[in-house]
């Protein structure tokens, strides 16, 4: 596909400057500026962590006949101090009785067989493509937290949960929410509009510093304490290029009109997170990724402390370069020179505005493919990382390599092995 074609094709799908297919109108203040019929959108919650409950007080934000009516979790602790913190928010909208409040690994089956509409999906990574599965299935409509799947096996069900969706007419809403940041939208517009020209290639940053961790309880068992810090395990998390930098991959996936490449090469290791309070995971990667016509997208992070941060985008092209810092500044230098100087919007928000607009007036938005897709961009870099070695995108997609344990085995007690600190040339991911 040259890059013609691409932005044609971007155009003609409708997908221009957007973050999904059909987005209806709505102001920034979330109020849509459709009809609406009168009737109230039940919301359930799993997952009650920090961008869990900020997704729910998003959701009840978006419109002003929502109500949170289920909670599930499968840390108590979690759950309440989420619930109290919804409540002090916005005690109008929170309808969770009780009753309405499920714990245990089967809480998600619970919240979506309690009444619910809506979905809001914001476990660890590794629970995703199931908890998304099931909620199709039950005919809800779902928001799922980036990234959506940790291996090629859970990113293929949740290609094939979006299709079920589509024919369902059910929204889902990602979680990649840099698409729903008008100045981002801006920017893209131009790119795709041809402003600077044919893409020759593009540059992504994601440098950042450690994050938390949780010292061990002495009555907690190894699958609490792993799910408590669930960042450093990569069975949980996908490892942090897939956990984080995603949403460098998918803001490159975008400029690409979604499009799939063909081939990976790339490093990582671990250098200075070595302690074992940080499981098996790396704390840097550097990948290549090829697309048709020999365009290449390069992609480096870390998560190392004491180091310089940088997040950013460098698209280059025949005409120009488009480049920005997510939330920053956002500029094309070239035959179009132009910089973003317009109004800034909450992207959280957005997305919950423009996901309960699409409910709630029956024009669906699906952004289950691409989601999956970027998120197997990452699949991708880390399996290139700790491999040492260059893998196609097919031979990714199809692997059936799974990362953990299936979703009905969970328990307490089960002891899952966690696998070495990967080593390039030695580790197979195939």
């Not at 800034?344 to 957005?350: D, G, H, K």
């Not at 893998?391 to 799974?402: G, L, Q, R």
């Not at 344990?405 to 040339?425: H, K, M, Q, R």
Request: net charge negative; glycine share 10%; charged share 25%.
């Amino acid at each position: 596909m040259n890059n013609k074609t691409r932005r044609d094709f971007i155009k003609s799908s409708g997908t221009l400057a957007l973050g999904s297919a059909i987005l209806p109108t709505v102001d920034l203040s979330g109020k849509s500026m459709e009809n609406k019929p009168n009737k109230v959108l039940k919301v359930g919650l799993v997952g009650c962590g920090g961008r869990g409950t900020g997704a729910a007080a998003q959701a009840m934000n978006a419109d002003p006949d929502v109500e949170l009516i289920a909670m599930g979790d499968i840390f108590p602790d979690k759950l309440e101090n989420s619930y109290m913190a919804l409540k002090e928010e916005n005690p109008e909208k929170m309808k969770v009785d009780a009753d309405h409040k499920f714990i245990g690994f089967d809480a998600y089956k619970k919240v979506i067989d309690s009444g619910v509409d809506v979905v809001l999906l914001a476990t660890p990574p590794c629970f995703r493509p199931d908890h998304l599965k099931a909620a199709i299935a039950a005919g809800k409509h779902a928001f799922c937290e980036k990234p959506v799947a940790v291996d090629a096996p859970g990113v293929r069900k949740v290609i094939e949960a979006a299709k079920e969706a589509e024919q369902k007419r059910l929204s889902i809403l990602s979680g990649f929410c840099y698409r729903y940041d008008i100045s981002n939208r801006a920017i893209y517009d131009r790119i795709f509009n041809g402003d600077i020209g044919e893409i020759r290639s593009i540059t992504t940053f994601r440098f950042g510093g450690e994050l938390w961790s949780r010292p061990r309880k002495a009555d907690w068992t190894d699958m609490e304490y792993q799910l408590r810090n669930w960042l450093y395990y990569n069975w949980l998390s996908g490892d942090f290029i897939t956990e984080q930098a995603v949403h460098s991959l998918d803001l490159m996936s975008w400029a690409m009109g979604d499009e799939v490449p063909l081939k990976a090469i790339g490093n990582g290791g671990r250098q200075k997170r070595t302690d074992p309070i940080y499981g098996n995971v790396y704390d840097h990667f550097a990948v290549e990724y090829v697309y048709n016509g020999g365009i290449k997208a390069s992609h480096f992070t870390r998560q190392q402390a004491g180091c310089a941060g940088k997040n950013t985008v460098d698209v280059f092209g025949s005409d120009g370069h488009a480049f920005f810092r997510p939330g920053r500044e956002w500029e094309i230098t070239g035959k179009n020179p132009w910089k973003y100087e317009g109004e800034r919007n909450n992207m959280y928000q957005t997305e919950h505005d423009e996901f309960f607009a699409a409910i709630r007036n029956d024009k669906p938005m699906n952004d289950g493919v691409w989601m999956a897709n970027s998120s197997m961009l990452a699949v991708l870099g880390r399996m290139v990382g700790y491999s040492g070695q260059e893998i196609t995108w097919d031979e990714a997609i199809n692997s059936d390599v799974k990362l953990g344990p299936d979703i009905e085995d969970y328990d307490w007690d089960l002891e899952w092995p966690v696998s070495d600190v990967p080593v390039p040339g030695i580790t197979q991911v195939l």
